[in-house]
């Protein structure tokens, strides 16, 4: 029998305890043992709970019990999960954890002390949720050179755009029913900042180049400058605007960048909408892969956590995410990056854009007093240098 300890009973911690309850059975058939919650940490009480014959309040009843083998984190956060987590590995205990935030920061030194004590560290669900994207990378995609992993990374942002989109919501108003439905927290900022999804990339690009990528050195902007005014202008071209998170190299170069991208229908992503995620890695040899599903919600996220459980029980002290070293990658400026640009002038500036931005495309979206412009490919310092003399509305970038 193996017996895991799950720390933190919130959203995920909760679904973790049921997935192993109520598929007891399919997870004894899969892992080769029969697999139970031992302990359930948590500062709080939960009187009438189940959860109540296994809650504990001391981290330390969990890290001296010898027959405790795997530790679940779902916690959130960097501390206290990352000290629990890191002492948890020393006393020789795998780690599952769905936390994005702890993985993006401390994910290689997390992954060395596992190697030191030939335990595993594996956190499939810290990205994609219940999408399947890690452990493809680093199993299915190993013969492959990856050059380019690009994605729509969180469901809350991608929920609040599509109702922009299909029902001319605007953004206060699809936020507030985003959090009405459960798909956005009451202090949504990580996710509509654009921090959830650069963490999320951040992870995925140390993994393919082996190398730390510090989420703290990604280009990140969120959605909330987007309008309805931008539908128009993108409903106009027949386009879409997800928030996308695009890592890549080019030229022994390494880029990152999270922001709204205007993206085109002969693109996959253009048809991934509501709290949808989709994921896009490009091989030099597999060509592009697309994974798609649920990126979030408790049942999705739980079920990964546990396959990571179960891959556990079935490897013991196999570290099966080599994972990435120390060593900082770094990231190139993105102003040289090259790409197309929608820019919003008011109308007496159209003549000196016209100037400044030789070739572009007038957009006219029926919007009073203003005027859009798609512009030719173009590398981003330019198109920043040639926009600052200009009174800009907004502008985006166009997906390549």
Same mark, same amino acid.
């Given at each position: 029998?193996?017996?895991?300890?799950?720390?933190?009973?919130? $959203?995920? =911690?909760?679904? @973790?305890?049921?997935?192993?309850? $109520?598929?007891?059975?399919?997870?004894?058939? %899969?892992?080769?043992?029969?697999?139970?919650?031992?302990?359930?940490?948590?500062?709080?009480?939960?009187?009438?709970?189940?959860?109540?014959? &296994?809650?504990?309040?001391?981290?330390? %009843?969990?890290?001296?019990?010898?027959?405790?083998?795997?530790?679940?984190?779902?916690? =959130?956060?960097?501390?206290?999960?990352?000290?629990?987590?890191?002492?948890?590995?020393?006393? =020789?205990?795998?780690?599952?954890?769905?936390?994005?935030?702890?993985?993006?920061?401390?994910? +290689?030194? *997390? *992954?060395?002390?596992?190697?030191?004590?030939? &335990? +595993?560290?594996?956190?499939?669900?810290? &990205?994609?949720?219940?999408?399947?994207?890690?452990?493809?990378?680093?199993?299915?995609? $190993?013969?492959?050179?990856?050059?380019?992993?690009?994605?729509?990374?969180?469901?809350?942002?991608?929920?609040?755009?599509?109702?922009?989109?299909?029902?001319?919501?605007?953004?206060?108003?699809?936020?507030?029913?985003?959090?009405?439905?459960?798909?956005?927290?009451?202090?949504? #900022?990580?996710?509509?900042?654009?921090?959830?999804? !650069? /963490?999320?990339?951040?992870?995925?690009?140390?993994? &393919?180049?082996? /190398?730390?990528?510090?989420?703290?050195?990604?280009?990140?902007?969120?959605?909330?400058?987007?309008?309805?005014?931008?539908?128009?202008?993108?409903?106009?071209?027949?386009?879409?605007?997800?928030?996308?998170?695009?890592?890549?190299?080019?030229?022994?170069?390494?880029?990152?960048?999270?922001?709204?991208?205007?993206?085109?229908?002969?693109?996959?992503?253009?048809?991934?909408?509501?709290?949808?995620?989709?994921?896009?890695?490009?091989?030099?040899? @597999?060509?592009?892969?697309?994974?798609?599903?649920?990126?979030?919600?408790?049942?999705? %996220?739980?079920?990964?956590?546990?396959?990571? @459980?179960?891959?556990?029980?079935?490897?013991?002290?196999? %570290?099966?995410?080599?994972?990435? #070293?120390?060593?900082?990658?770094?990231? +190139?400026?993105?102003?040289?990056? !090259? /790409?197309?640009?929608? *820019?919003?002038?008011? !109308?007496?500036?159209?003549?000196?854009?016209?100037?400044?931005?030789?070739?572009? #495309?007038?957009?006219?979206?029926?919007?009073?007093?203003?005027?859009?412009?798609? $512009?030719?490919?173009?590398?981003?310092?330019?198109?920043?240098?040639?926009?600052?003399?200009?009174?800009?509305?907004?502008?985006?970038?166009?997906?390549?």
């Amino acid at each position: 029998m193996a017996k895991i300890a799950v720390m933190g009973f919130g $959203t995920i =911690g909760s679904g @973790v305890f049921d997935v192993v309850n $109520t598929n007891r059975e399919i997870l004894k058939k %899969t892992s080769g043992e029969e697999i139970t919650v031992k302990y359930v940490l948590d500062i709080r009480e939960f009187p009438g709970h189940p959860v109540e014959k &296994v809650l504990i309040h001391d981290v330390d %009843t969990i890290l001296n019990d010898p027959e405790v083998t795997v530790v679940v984190e779902t916690m =959130g956060g960097i501390e206290p999960a990352f000290t629990f987590v890191k002492k948890a590995l020393e006393a =020789g205990k795998s780690v599952a954890t769905s936390n994005k935030e702890l993985v993006a920061k401390k994910g +290689s030194e *997390l *992954l060395a002390t596992a190697r030191e004590n030939h &335990v +595993s560290f594996l956190f499939e669900a810290s &990205v994609g949720g219940g999408i399947p994207i890690i452990r493809p990378l680093l199993s299915c995609l $190993t013969a492959d050179d990856i050059q380019e992993v690009n994605g729509i990374l969180n469901g809350t942002t991608n929920y609040i755009l599509t109702k922009m989109n299909q029902e001319g919501t605007d953004f206060d108003a699809a936020l507030k029913e985003a959090q009405d439905n459960g798909f956005a927290e009451r202090k949504p #900022e990580a996710d509509i900042e654009g921090y959830d999804a !650069c /963490r999320k990339i951040a992870i995925l690009m140390s993994l &393919v180049l082996g /190398r730390r990528v510090d989420f703290e050195d990604i280009h990140t902007e969120g959605i909330t400058k987007i309008t309805t005014r931008d539908f128009a202008y993108a409903n106009k071209l027949g386009w879409a605007i997800k928030l996308l998170a695009d890592g890549w190299k080019l030229d022994d170069k390494v880029y990152a960048i999270v922001a709204p991208f205007l993206v085109k229908p002969e693109k996959p992503l253009y048809m991934v909408n509501d709290v949808f995620n989709g994921i896009m890695v490009h091989g030099n040899m @597999v060509d592009d892969v697309m994974f798609y599903g649920r990126g979030a919600g408790k049942d999705a %996220t739980a079920s990964a956590v546990v396959g990571d @459980v179960v891959d556990i029980v079935k490897n013991p002290g196999i %570290t099966i995410y080599e994972g990435w #070293e120390e060593e900082k990658q770094p990231l +190139s400026d993105i102003g040289g990056a !090259c /790409r197309q640009f929608l *820019l919003r002038v008011k !109308c007496e500036d159209a003549e000196k854009a016209e100037a400044l931005f030789a070739g572009a #495309e007038k957009i006219d979206a029926g919007i009073p007093g203003e005027v859009g412009y798609l $512009t030719q490919t173009m590398p981003e310092s330019e198109f920043n240098k040639a926009a600052a003399s200009l009174d800009v509305i907004h502008s985006i970038r166009v997906q390549v």
